[in-house]
């Protein structure tokens, strides 16, 4: 059997070579994106893409051209709650158009390209059960793909919407240019605190601006009686990012309206409903602009 060692190169394929051309052109695809903002939390189900759905259209009603990257390539949410599942992509002369959303927020998601509702994303691979190996590869493969293939044209924003796991945030930031900065979510529970003080730690050392903590589903808000009702006992989100030195951006709370509004593929923010919910999104997204350096 033949070690690596006595291979010369790798084989021909010049992988190298093609790696360095993908990110030739994914620098100049991104070329006209003003700003590159990853929203992540390490834990899932807090509500990163809920939260990345409603700052883009907050951003997109401000006046904004946003686009949404689904970096979240086994579990893409994002074409769903954008209302943009079904879409067929049209590949132009200067790649593949992102489909927009109602409110005009570009999308790219891996639910673009898989058919049916009930398959899920398989590596090649010999088999399988061998697949997993070679998977952090293939991932970042695809992600730097899904950027150096669609024609992103000019954006103010464009907000990447991680899946769960700490170490996502590294592949991710390491595929872009330059990243402006991370917004990370997190419930009050002390189980999610757990996780996402070491996506503070993750996103610190991308070098990149922690631009600050979003509390989600900061109690219940009663859609009939307006109240405010406590959902966890944990601690809250104003502490943590108090503890951690990082700006607090808000406490969304859990209004089921919103969670109907995602599955209809309707931003919420712009649903028309007055809700403490809907207000907090878009303060949210207040705080997060006077953040951002003006481009
Ligand atoms: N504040 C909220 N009020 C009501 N429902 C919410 C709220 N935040 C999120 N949800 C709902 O909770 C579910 C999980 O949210 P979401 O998919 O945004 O989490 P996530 O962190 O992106 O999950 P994953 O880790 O799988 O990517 C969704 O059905 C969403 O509509
Ligand atoms: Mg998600």
Redo the contacts with the bound molecule.
Sequence with gaps: MKKYRDIAGDGGSNIVGQVEAQQARLRSRLAGVRRIVAVV?G???????????NLAAAFALAGWSVGVLDA?LN?P?IAK?LGLRGRSLAVGADGVDPPRSALGVKAMSMDLLLPGDATPLTWAATTQAESHTWRGTMEANALREFLADTAWGALDLLIL????GTDRLVTVAGLVPALDGTVL?TIPSEVSHLIVKKSITVARQTGAPVLGLVE???GY?CPDCGAINPLFSGPGGAALAAEFGIPFLGA????????????RGEA?VAAGIDSP?ARALLAVADALRARLAPR
């Design positions: 939390s834990k899932g189900g807090v509500g990163k893409s809920s939260v990345t759905a979240d579990g949410s709650m919407d991680l899946p769960p979510v989600n589903m900061a808000a969304v709370p859990f209004d089921p309206r919103m969670a109907a509004a995602a599955d919420f919910a």
